[in-house]
C-alpha cells in the first residue's frame, strides 16, 4: 500500500520528527525576520532619500519641470481622481510660474489604454498649452518614469507629482537616478476611503520593489531614443 506523506512521517523516528520541526519553525522563523528586515531596510531607505524634499504646493522651489507619474484611467478616456487631482497640482504649479513645463509619464503599454494621452488632453482641456507638456509614454512603474525622464529626457531637477502616500518613494526614485526632485503630494483624495487604503497598503510592499531596483539599476521596460520634448516644452515658456 503506497504510504501517505503523514504516513511517511510517522515512521519517522520521534528524535527525528522533532529535530524536523524545529528546523521547518526555525526556517519559518528566518524567513519572517529576513522579510521584516528587508521591508524595514527598504523603508527607512525611501524616508532618508526624501527627506527634506517633500514640500507643500505653495512652498515647493521652483524647477523646469512637474514630472506627473501616471494612474489609472477610465474606459472613457477620463483620468480617475487620483489622476486628476495630480494634474490640477501641476497646472496650479504652472499657472504661479514654478515649473515652465509639464512631462507626464504613464503607462501606454496597449493600444487601447493610454495613461500619458489622457493626462495631456486633460490638461490641454483645463488651459495648459500643448507646447509646454511633454510626454513619456513608457512610465510602466515609477521607477520607468524616473530613469526615463533622466536618460531619455534629460530631465535634471524636476517637481514630481503624485499623492502623499506615493510621493517620498517617488522622490527618492527620482534622486536615485541622477534627478534633483523635489516633491508635491495630493491628499485631496482621501475622500475615497477604500481605494487610498489599498493604496497606502500596496506602496508598503512597493518601497522593497524600489530598493531592489536601485540596487540593480535595471534598464526600464523600454528606454529608446533620447528625445528633446522636454527641453522644448521649457523653451516654450
Not at 517637481?159 to 534633483?180: K, P, W
Request: aromatic fraction near 8%; include cysteine; proline fraction near 4%.
Amino acid at each position: 500500500m503506497a504510504l501517505t506523506a503523514a504516513g511517511i512521517l510517522w515512521r519517522v523516528p520521534i528524535i527525528t520528527r522533532r529535530r524536523l520541526l524545529r528546523l521547518t519553525i526555525l526556517a519559518t522563523v528566518a524567513s519572517v525576520a529576513l522579510g521584516g528586515l528587508t521591508w524595514g531596510g527598504s523603508e527607512l531607505w525611501v524616508q532618508a532619500a526624501a527627506r527634506g524634499h517633500v514640500y507643500s504646493e505653495a512652498d515647493v522651489p521652483a524647477a523646469p519641470v512637474a514630472l506627473v507619474l501616471g494612474a489609472e484611467v477610465y474606459a472613457d478616456g477620463q483620468p480617475s481622481p487620483f489622476l486628476a487631482a495630480r494634474l490640477d497640482i501641476a497646472r496650479r504649479l504652472l499657472d504661479a510660474g514654478k515649473v515652465k513645463a509639464i512631462l507626464v509619464s504613464g503607462d501606454h503599454g496597449r493600444w487601447e489604454y493610454d495613461e500619458p494621452g489622457s493626462m495631456e488632453v486633460y490638461l490641454i482641456a483645463h488651459g495648459v498649452p500643448a507646447s509646454r507638456i511633454a510626454i513619456d509614454y513608457a512610465g510602466f512603474d515609477t521607477y520607468d518614469s524616473c530613469a526615463r525622464a533622466s536618460r531619455v529626457f534629460g530631465v535634471r531637477q524636476a517637481v514630481v507629482v503624485t499623492q502623499t502616500y506615493h510621493i517620498d518613494r517617488a522622490v527618492a526614485l527620482c534622486r536615485s537616478q541622477g534627478v534633483e526632485a523635489t516633491g508635491v503630494g495630493d491628499d485631496t483624495v482621501k475622500i475615497y476611503q477604500e481605494p487610498w487604503r489599498n493604496s497606502v497598503v500596496r506602496e508598503r510592499g512597493a518601497v522593497v520593489k524600489a530598493a531592489a531596483d536601485v540596487i540593480t539599476q535595471r534598464d526600464p521596460v523600454f528606454l529608446g531614443r533620447q528625445e528633446t520634448t522636454v527641453h522644448d516644452a521649457v523653451a516654450a515658456s
